[in-house]
């Protein structure tokens, strides 16, 4: 079945620290995918998608691209900051509609 | 962006009882809204898709009878957790899609329930 994969955390990083957070998927079709972001306290929140092959999303200083061959959509950001310290999770929508999420990665940046 | 709410956010039962997690679209109307549940350290799992005015579409392995889901508003839908027990431990997280938006894919999550049964 369909499913996703992300690097375990927690992370812990420096202010100003290059940041990447690994994400595999598995699913028949072209899924769309997604990085969702939580602060503490609130909802998951849209970070980035991509909804085909090469496609680049990028908000906040984010960035992951859909990389087919990989089956990867790895999160970056070249300079992370105390506000980006959250819970992150990766997710695909399938064709049939349905999403599936990773088990989510704990950053923590100190300054 | 749209905002969703959940209520209660945290809530403590004991075993045999029912319990109700109410989900509001706060600044929009969703015929869709979404059930989640997550265990520590695992991926959300979707229980089931709520459909405005309509039965609930329940994933494989989720019992309908257990996991009650009302939609009948626009703004609203709940879920009840029937005769708890304490393996229905967990965190209970609604989404919804805001259909003035012009793609599926976006869901926009309410902050979570965390249940837990004694």
């Known amino acids: 079945g369909d499913s996703v994969t992300q690097m375990e955390g927690p992370v812990t990083l420096s202010e100003e620290a290059f940041l990447t957070i690994n994400c595999t998927y598995t699913a028949t079709g072209y899924p769309s995918l997604f990085w969702y972001v939580q602060y503490p306290g609130e909802g998951l929140q849209l970070l980035l998608k991509?909804?085909?092959?090469?496609d680049k999303g990028s908000n906040k200083g984010f960035e992951a691209t859909y990389r087919k061959e990989t089956t990867s959509f790895h999160l970056e950001k070249g300079s992370v900051q105390v506000s980006d310290s959250a819970v992150y999770f990766c997710a695909l929508r399938n064709t049939g509609n349905q999403f599936y999420f990773g088990t989510g990665t704990s950053l923590t940046v100190i300054p | 962006g749209a905002v969703v709410s959940q209520h209660p956010s945290r809530v403590i039962c004991k075993s045999g009882t029912s319990v109700k997690i109410e989900c509001r679209s706060l600044d929009f109307q969703a015929t869709t809204m979404f059930w989640y549940r997550q265990f520590p350290k695992q991926s959300l799992m979707l229980m089931a898709t709520s459909n405005e005015g309509s039965k609930a579409t329940y994933e494989q392995g989720v019992e309908k009878d257990k996991f009650l889901i009302n939609h009948a508003s626009l703004t609203l839908s709940t879920l009840t957790v029937t005769s708890a027990h304490p393996e229905d431990s967990s965190f209970y997280i609604c989404s919804a899609r805001d259909p003035r938006t012009d793609s599926t894919d976006t869901q926009y999550f309410g902050p979570g329930t965390r249940l837990t049964v004694l």
């Open positions: 991509a909804t085909k092959a090469d």
